[in-house]
C-alpha cells in the first residue's frame, strides 16, 4: 500500500511538472509559412536562390482592415565566407526555416495578452537576405552563388499582401526586432506609399538602434562592420537619399541615430539603455577584449567592476543623447528606454505584456506602444540608470 502511495504520489508530481508546459504548446499560435511563389519574376530570392516567405495569421472583428507586420531579425553577413555559411542556415534560405512559426507578444491573437492588436492581420516577415531587406546584388565566382536581394524580398512580399487585403487597409503598423527593427527604420516610409492616403501607418523599431560609437579599444568596430555589409550587399542605392546626400558619410545613414532625422512617419523607438548584443559586438566585441577582462562582466552584471559599470553607464547615456533631438522634437514619435540588460521585448510575451513584465512608471511595453499608437497620450517614457528597475527580464544576471 505504501509503495502504491508513493509510485502514485510520484505520478502526481510529474503531471504537475509538466502540465503548465503542455497547457502553453497546446495554447500556442501557430501560424503556417506562405512562400512568395511571384517573387522569381521580380528576382527577389533568399542568399541561397530559395524563395521568400511570410506567415499571416487573419484579423477579424474590428480589426479586420488593420495590419501589423514584423520583420524577422537575426544578424548580418559582411563578407562571402559569412554569407556562403549563412546560406546554408533559416538565416539564409527558407528551405532550413520550420514550416510553423510561433505567433507571441505583439503578434498574439489573445485580447488579455496583446489588448490593442490581437485582432488585427499580423504578419511576419522571414529573414533570409542577410542586410535587413536592403541588398540589392549578387556574388558569383563560378563555383558560388550568393543572391543578395533584400530590398527585392521587401517589395514581393508587399506585393503578395496588397490583394489578400492590405491595399484597403485602414491602420497599419511596420515593426521588427533587431535586424528587423532595423529593417523598419530603414524601409518605413516606403511602407506607407504602398497603403491607402487615408490610412493610419506608423513604424516600431525593437532593438533596432544600433550606435554607431567606438568600442572600449577607441575602435569604431561596428561602422567597419556596416560600411562592409553595404558595399558586399548593394545596401547604399536602398537607404533614404535626403540622409545620404546630407551626410559627408553616405554610408552612416545604415545607422539609426542618423536615418531617423529624415523618417516622416510616425516612429516609436523601442530599445534597452543596455542592449545585450550591443554590449557584446558594439561596445566590447571580442576584437577590443583579446584577454577577456570583460568576461565575467559580459554574462554577470553582478562580477562588473566600477570602471565597467562606469563604461555601461557611459554607453547609456550616448544612446540617450543619440536620441535626445528626437526625444524633445518629435511630436508624432513615442519612446520606450528601459534600463533592463536584454534584446528584443516585442515577440515575447513575458517582456511585452504580462503580470511582470518590464515596466517604466508602471506602464508595460504593450501599454506604452498602444498609448502612443491610438494617440490616448503622449509615451516618450526613459528609465532610471541600472540598477533601479527591478521589474527588468535580464538576459544576463
Same mark, same amino acid.
Given at each position: 500500500?505504501?509503495?502504491?502511495?508513493?509510485?502514485?504520489?510520484?505520478?502526481?508530481?510529474?503531471?504537475?511538472?509538466?502540465?503548465?508546459?503542455?497547457?502553453?504548446?497546446?495554447?500556442?499560435? %501557430?501560424?503556417?509559412?506562405? *512562400?512568395?511563389?511571384?517573387?522569381?519574376? &521580380?528576382?527577389?530570392? /533568399?542568399?541561397? !536562390?530559395? $524563395?521568400? #516567405?511570410?506567415?499571416?495569421?487573419?484579423?477579424?472583428?474590428?480589426?479586420?482592415?488593420?495590419?501589423?507586420?514584423?520583420?524577422?531579425?537575426?544578424?548580418?553577413?559582411?563578407?562571402?565566407?559569412?554569407?556562403?555559411?549563412?546560406?546554408?542556415?533559416?538565416?539564409?534560405?527558407?528551405?532550413?526555416?520550420?514550416?510553423?512559426?510561433?505567433?507571441?507578444?505583439?503578434?498574439?491573437?489573445?485580447?488579455?495578452?496583446?489588448?490593442?492588436?490581437?485582432?488585427?492581420?499580423?504578419?511576419?516577415?522571414?529573414?533570409?537576405?542577410?542586410?535587413?531587406?536592403?541588398?540589392?546584388?549578387?556574388?558569383?565566382?563560378?563555383?558560388?552563388?550568393?543572391?543578395?536581394?533584400?530590398?527585392?524580398?521587401?517589395?514581393?512580399?508587399?506585393?503578395? %499582401?496588397?490583394?489578400?487585403? *492590405?491595399?484597403?487597409?485602414?491602420?497599419? &503598423?511596420?515593426?521588427? /526586432?533587431?535586424? !528587423?527593427? $532595423?529593417? #523598419?527604420?530603414?524601409?518605413?516610409?516606403?511602407?506607407?506609399?504602398?497603403?491607402?492616403?487615408?490610412?493610419?501607418?506608423?513604424?516600431?523599431?525593437?532593438?533596432?538602434?544600433?550606435?554607431?560609437?567606438?568600442?572600449?579599444?577607441?575602435?569604431?568596430?561596428?561602422?567597419?562592420?556596416?560600411?562592409?555589409?553595404?558595399?558586399?550587399?548593394?545596401?547604399?542605392?536602398?537607404?533614404?537619399?535626403?540622409?545620404?546626400?546630407?551626410?559627408?558619410?553616405?554610408?552612416?545613414?545604415?545607422?539609426?541615430?542618423?536615418?531617423?532625422?529624415?523618417?516622416?512617419?510616425?516612429?516609436?523607438?523601442?530599445?534597452?539603455?543596455?542592449?545585450?548584443?550591443?554590449?557584446?559586438?558594439?561596445?566590447?566585441?571580442?576584437?577590443?577584449?583579446?584577454?577577456?577582462?570583460?568576461?565575467?562582466?559580459?554574462?554577470?552584471?553582478?562580477?562588473?567592476?566600477?570602471?565597467?559599470?562606469?563604461?555601461?553607464?557611459?554607453?547609456?547615456?550616448?544612446?540617450?543623447?543619440?536620441?535626445?533631438?528626437?526625444?524633445?522634437?518629435?511630436?508624432?514619435?513615442?519612446?520606450?528606454?528601459?534600463?533592463?540588460?536584454?534584446?528584443?521585448?516585442?515577440?515575447?510575451?513575458?517582456?511585452?505584456?504580462?503580470?511582470?513584465?518590464?515596466?517604466?512608471?508602471?506602464?508595460?511595453?504593450?501599454?506604452?506602444?498602444?498609448?502612443?499608437?491610438?494617440?490616448?497620450?503622449?509615451?516618450?517614457?526613459?528609465?532610471?540608470?541600472?540598477?533601479?528597475?527591478?521589474?527588468?527580464?535580464?538576459?544576463?544576471?
Amino acid at each position: 500500500m505504501k509503495e502504491a502511495l508513493m509510485a502514485l504520489s510520484s505520478v502526481l508530481s510529474l503531471l504537475l511538472i509538466f502540465a503548465p508546459c503542455r497547457a502553453y504548446s497546446e495554447d500556442r499560435l %501557430l501560424v503556417n509559412m506562405t *512562400l512568395v511563389r511571384n517573387a522569381r519574376s &521580380l528576382g527577389a530570392y /533568399c542568399l541561397d !536562390g530559395s $524563395l521568400p #516567405a511570410y506567415h499571416l495569421h487573419r484579423g477579424f472583428g474590428s480589426g479586420a482592415r488593420n495590419w501589423l507586420l514584423q520583420f524577422e531579425g537575426g544578424g548580418w553577413c559582411n563578407d562571402v565566407d559569412t554569407c556562403l555559411e549563412r546560406a546554408q542556415t533559416r538565416r539564409g534560405s527558407t528551405r532550413f526555416m520550420t514550416r510553423l512559426e510561433v505567433f507571441s507578444g505583439i503578434l498574439s491573437n489573445n485580447a488579455s495578452l496583446n489588448p490593442d492588436f490581437y485582432n488585427w492581420n499580423r504578419v511576419k516577415l522571414r529573414y533570409c537576405d542577410g542586410a535587413s531587406f536592403a541588398g540589392d546584388s549578387e556574388f558569383y565566382n563560378r563555383t558560388s552563388l550568393l543572391y543578395f536581394r533584400g530590398q527585392r524580398i521587401w517589395q514581393a512580399i508587399m506585393l503578395d %499582401l496588397l490583394p489578400k487585403g *492590405l491595399r484597403q487597409a485602414k491602420k497599419a &503598423l511596420l515593426s521588427g /526586432c533587431s535586424a !528587423g527593427g $532595423l529593417a #523598419a527604420f530603414l524601409h518605413c516610409d516606403n511602407f506607407v506609399r504602398f497603403l491607402p492616403v487615408n490610412a493610419s501607418v506608423k513604424c516600431l523599431s525593437d532593438a533596432g538602434f544600433f550606435l554607431d560609437i567606438a568600442d572600449i579599444s577607441l575602435n569604431h568596430s561596428m561602422r567597419s562592420f556596416f560600411y562592409e555589409l553595404i558595399s558586399l550587399q548593394g545596401v547604399e542605392q536602398n537607404l533614404d537619399r535626403t540622409c545620404t546626400s546630407s551626410l559627408i558619410y553616405p554610408k552612416q545613414c545604415l545607422f539609426p541615430q542618423y536615418a531617423l532625422h529624415y523618417i516622416r512617419t510616425p516612429f516609436f523607438v523601442l530599445n534597452t539603455a543596455y542592449d545585450v548584443y550591443q554590449f557584446h559586438h558594439i561596445l566590447v566585441p571580442p576584437s577590443a577584449d583579446i584577454h577577456g577582462h570583460w568576461n565575467r562582466c559580459k554574462f554577470n552584471t553582478t562580477a562588473c567592476n566600477a570602471s565597467q559599470i562606469e563604461v555601461l553607464q557611459g554607453f547609456r547615456l550616448a544612446m540617450l543623447g543619440a536620441l535626445n533631438f528626437f526625444y524633445k522634437g518629435s511630436r508624432r514619435g513615442g519612446l520606450f528606454i528601459n534600463s533592463c540588460f536584454a534584446h528584443c521585448q516585442s515577440e515575447s510575451q513575458d517582456t511585452w505584456f504580462a503580470v511582470d513584465s518590464p515596466r517604466i512608471n508602471n506602464k508595460t511595453i504593450a501599454e506604452a506602444v498602444g498609448d502612443w499608437y491610438f494617440s490616448r497620450r503622449l509615451t516618450k517614457l526613459i528609465d532610471c540608470a541600472y540598477p533601479c528597475n527591478s521589474s527588468c527580464h535580464n538576459l544576463i544576471a
